[in-house]
């Protein structure tokens, strides 16, 4: 395999071509969950709740049954009614129990938007209509929303079996409390006995949505042979067939599910909503159904991350030392058990080499959305809490942001907080990145202030499937498991090409179906350029090996004698110069003769994903009059390991930065006092326009991963942990008001510079 | 299943009768960026829907002696790409150019922008301060009334069922009279006013104010006229205490509402920012004709 110090060997890796899913995607071309066609399809709908918890009385779908062109409806009943068990199906945990309350309500709705029956018509608005006339009988019951406010004695109890687990002694007594964490080395006592200054402080968040473009979209056929076929947009294919399966209670053999082109995930579809219910109704209508979300269906009816409350208590040595840190993190999992606490507590001291330090957490449910996974789930939430709270002990010590986190670094050899010891890390490199930029120089003028923060994720391997086809021209087809949300066909035809040593043209990479191709895991975690990348690459190692076999068959001497260089066999050794070289065509073309089809496949279970470190700098300038911020000029430093395809990597580091930058701001779910949602749509949700961005500079950082053919480590998750806490520390610095409740709004920031009285 | 009739008809006359006569709710349609979302959200469902844009002198603007005719559906766009009407009112026109993004104002007009009623409309707040007044036909004839006239509460209007807008009349800026128009939002483009300010002012040679109008949106359920406001301008220069003045003046006229927009307190304060801001431009526009 290619020695990955050696940058300059490589041919292909590195470049930056064009995407093969690129003209498609620019002409309009490409087929999304919601363009996909099944002949004789109908339309589905749904009925959701309009309170935020309440008993379901009584479901009475007559009249809708009766309207003309109705086919089917369906509701907790038609669905099997699923046991308690633990899934890892998805990104985190999910109980499949929950799953299937959270698709179809049984016995009582959790939230706003909760769905509770469907509705499969010959056209959408005789579906709206047959939704609409679906009658509802509630018996509505007190809600609770705030995670406070939901941990406190008396509060609204959402489930009735649990019981917090992680405490001594487990209660008696149901709450809304799921569980109690933990992460603890050294003696905080004697850390903070030993600190000169301490900060201390409490800080809020409110949940964001992943805001991604394309709303929930699929269309399902359920054969009367009892076949499946779905197409649908989602971050992994399998997961939707293990999770239709297992909520419908039939064989993953009987499901093919077919990725779409999606319209943008970021951890919000690595579950389903829509697939299991589009299945039932076709079950019943006995015709393919489709399914598309509206807008406000995605916000009230799946699921933000978490909105949380944070307690930090950190502190130093003059020197800058930092003697202790402490964080407690509340977050809100929705109506079901389940939000981000563990990589919330695992990642927020990662960036820090101290000697004693905590992480304590709560799960906590309330009467919201079930959480989803957005983008390294739960860290941007601690993190931007610790990385506050970091930024005001620097100023209490006098010392520079960016020196005090050199001088705590965690590098190679530091043991973590949550266990393991960092090997081949470049947070160092990182911070020396973001120092050496030259954004750095930029003078600030009156209510201007820079910030700075980091941020750490794991990332994570896994498995993952490949498959390589040389042509009769000798071309490849390239077939992976992994649906492309960033660019990732793009890079995986780029290794395949690197290996085989042909031009990236001559590589087609398309996404295989569940038939098509062995079991991959979603797309999450930051992890298809690792894993699903070195399954490629021993799948093209494979075709390399073949390919000299069938060299040395043609030459008839032995295959050891037989090298590959630049796309083409060459006999060597001994036999070095005695036959004229054969290309990849050369050989595909005589294949036939030498024993068949080239091909090759490779499954994997990646190990040794390389984390991912982001350092920010930020300019903001504060207007104090309205409290409006505006962001100035922006730097995003991150070591990616090896960039495959640096344009690409970019994207990913200046969309963590952007979806940050609108988590910081303005992103949030308000809810009316009956526990509504009042802002389900984008014009009051708040995501960033372009006319309210710099252009975001990305500084790469290349320390390989020594587990990934090339030195990849996973990009996409970072780049979303730094910004909130950025800004917020600009923010200070430009007006010496430490902002901690997100999102700081212009109310926000202009009631906070009153009360300072700035 | 609920299916409206469209009707585009090429006369008033046509159009009264079609207003007048519908069975159920009837709606006037110019660029559609209001009515069609409210449609598509289920939040209106007219049975009529009465189009006037092929009606003649809906869209296209002319300087005539009265002042400066504007039809009622004339998309924000040709308003933005007329160098007259942007010369002689930069207020009013910038305003309307602010109406969500560029395809947005292929179609938005001012008639929609007023007649859809909302508080928070951009273009409304400038129209007012310019002195504006609005063409109002129905089955009764044409009467001419100010802006400020036409919206009573938030959805609703002053125009009877089978009444709509022709046009618009801005007075023609004599001297140096000129005007300005600022919103808060909490991005910069794509939102709704959380505060919208208008002022027009006319001064005389030595920068003293002669007459004003000052006139706020989104602070409370309809636009409002602050006549105290114009008070305190009207006889001084642009000086800090007449500013402060002004400040306190916007502030004590608001009745704003706490909601997912912005608090009272928020709103408030915000109010007497803009009317200070707006007045200062429009003074350096005024004092440079
Ligand atoms: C993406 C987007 C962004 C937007 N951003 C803004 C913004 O920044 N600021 C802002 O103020 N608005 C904004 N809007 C709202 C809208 O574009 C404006 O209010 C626009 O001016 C409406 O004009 P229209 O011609 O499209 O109205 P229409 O939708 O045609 O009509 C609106 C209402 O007025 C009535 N009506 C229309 N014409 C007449 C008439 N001649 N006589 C009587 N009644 C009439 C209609 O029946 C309807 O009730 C935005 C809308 C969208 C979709």
Known sequence: ?758 | MYSPTYAAPTTVDEAVGLLANASGAARVLSGGTDLIIQMRSGRLRPEVIVDIKKIAGTIGIREEADGWHIGAATPGAEIGEHAGLCAAWPGVTEAVQLIGSTQVQGRASFAGNLCNASPAGDSVPGLVAAGALAVIVGKNGKRTVPVEDVPVSPGRTSLAADEFVYEFIIPKASGKTSDAYLRFIPRTEMDIAVVGCGITVTLDASGTCTAAKVCLGAVAPTILVLDDAAKILIGNKLDDATLAKLDAAAQAACKPIDDKRGTIEFRTKVAGVLARRVAAIAFERAAAR
């Not at chain 1, 009385?57 to 409806?73: C, L």
């Not at chain 1, 640096?646 to 992103?667: D, M, R, T």
């Open chain 1, 1 to 758: 395999m290619n020695d990955i110090s050696l940058k300059d060997a490589l041919k292909v890796v590195g470049t930056r071509p064009v995407r093969p899913d690129g003209v498609d995607k620019v002409m309009g071309r490409a087929q999304f969950g919601g363009d996909a066609v099944m002949p004789g399809m109908i339309f589905g709908s749904t009925v959701r709740s309009p309170h935020a918890h309440a008993r379901i009385i009584k479901i009475d779908t007559s009249a809708a049954e009766a309207m003309k062109g109705v086919r089917a409806v369906v509701t907790a009943a038609d669905l099997p009614n699923i046991t308690s068990e633990e899934a890892f199906v998805g990104e985190g945990p999910m109980n499949f129990r929950d799953l299937s309350c959270n698709l179809m309500a049984r016995d009582k709705v959790l939230y706003d938007g909760h769905v509770v029956a469907a509705v499969a018509a010959t056209s959408t608005s005789i579906a709206r209509a047959a939704a609409e006339a679906i009658k509802v009988e509630y018996e509505v019951l007190p809600h609770v929303i705030n995670e406070m406010e939901a941990m406190q004695p008396g509060a609204p109890v959402l489930h009735d079996d649990i019981f917090t687990s992680g405490v001594d002694p487990k209660p008696t007594t149901p709450s809304n409390v799921v569980k109690r964490m933990e992460f603890a080395k050294g003696d905080l006592e004697a850390g903070f006995a030993a600190a000169d200054k301490i900060v201390e402080r409490t800080y809020t968040t409110a949940p964001v949505h992943q805001a991604y473009i394309e709303p929930h979209a699929c269309v399902a056929a359920f054969n009367p042979d009892g076949q499946c076929q779905v197409i649908c947009s989602s971050q992994g294919h399998f997961m939707v067939r293990a999770y239709c399966a297992k909520l419908l209670g039939i064989d993953i053999s009987e499901i093919r599910v077919t990725p779409a082109e999606i319209g943008g995930g970021f951890g919000g579809k690595t579950l389903v909503y829509l697939e299991p219910l589009a299945l039932a109704l076709s079950r019943k209508a006995g015709r393919p159904v489709r399914m598309v979300m509206t807008r406000e269906e995605v916000f009230r009816g799946s699921g933000p991350t978490s909105g949380g409350t944070i307690n930090v208590k950190v502190g130093a040595k003059m020197d800058g030392t930092i003697t202790a840190a402490h964080a407690e993190v509340i977050l809100q999992a929705g109506a079901y058990p389940g939000s981000p606490i563990g990589p919330a507590l695992m990642t927020c001291w990662a960036m820090y080499d101290i000697e004693n330090a905590s992480a304590v957490g709560f799960d906590v449910v309330s009467n919201r959305p079930k959480v989803a996974a957005y983008r390294a789930p739960g860290a941007p939430i601690s993190t931007y809490a610790t990385e506050s709270a970091v930024d005001e002990l620097s100023r209490a010590i006098g010392m520079d942001p960016i020196e005090l986190r050199l001088k705590n670094a965690a590098k190679d050899g530091t043991k973590a907080l949550y266990g393991p010891t960092f090997q081949n890390i470049g947070y160092v490199e990182t911070l020396e990145a973001a120092k050496n930029h030259p954004n750095l120089q930029a003078k600030l003028g009156p209510n201007q202030g820079r910030g700075v923060a980091a941020g750490f994720w794991f990332n994570i391997g896994g498995e993952s499937s490949a498959s390589l086809a040389v042509n009769e021209d000798g071309t490849i087809a390239l077939v992976s498991g992994s649906p492309d949300i960033g660019g990732s066909r793009a890079s995986m035809a780029m290794m395949a090409a690197e290996v085989l040593g042909v031009n990236v043209e001559r590589v087609r990479p398309i996404i295989g179906d569940t038939a098509s191709v062995g079991f991959t895991f979603v797309t999450g975690g930051s992890r298809v350029t690792f894993a699903t990348g070195t399954a490629v690459c021993d799948a093209s190692d494979d075709i390399v090996k073949q390919l000299r076999g069938r060299a040395a068959k043609l030459w008839e001497i032995d295959v050891e004698a037989v090298e590959w260089r630049d796309g083409s066999a060459y006999p060597a050794g001994d036999n070095a110069g005695k036959f004229e070289p054969l290309s990849l065509a050369d050989i595909a073309v005589k294949s036939g003769r030498t024993g068949g089809p080239i091909a090759a496949k490779a499954t994997v279970n990646a190990q040794g994903a390389g984390p991912g470190w982001g350092v920010h700098v930020v300019d903001v300038e504060v207007d104090k009059e309205t409290g409006h911020v505006k962001i100035l000029r922006y730097t995003a430093a991150q070591d990616v390991g090896r960039a495959i395809h640096p344009s690409y990597v970019e994207g990913q580091v200046q969309g963590g930065a952007v979806q940050g930058i609108g988590w910081a701001l303005n992103e949030e779910y308000i809810y009316d006092k009956d526990g509504r949602l009042d802002n389900g749509g984008f014009l009051d949700y708040r995501v960033p326009v372009a006319s309210d961005l710099p252009k975001i500079d990305v500084a790469l950082v290349e320390v390989p991963n020594p587990r990934h053919p090339f030195g990849a480590k996973g990009v996409g998750e970072v780049p979303i942990v730094p910004p909130m806490a950025a800004i917020a520390n600009a923010i200070f610095d430009a007006t010496g008001v430490r902002m901690t409740s997100l999102p700081m709004s212009p109310p926000k920031v202009r009631a906070a510079l009153d009360a300072a009285g700035k």
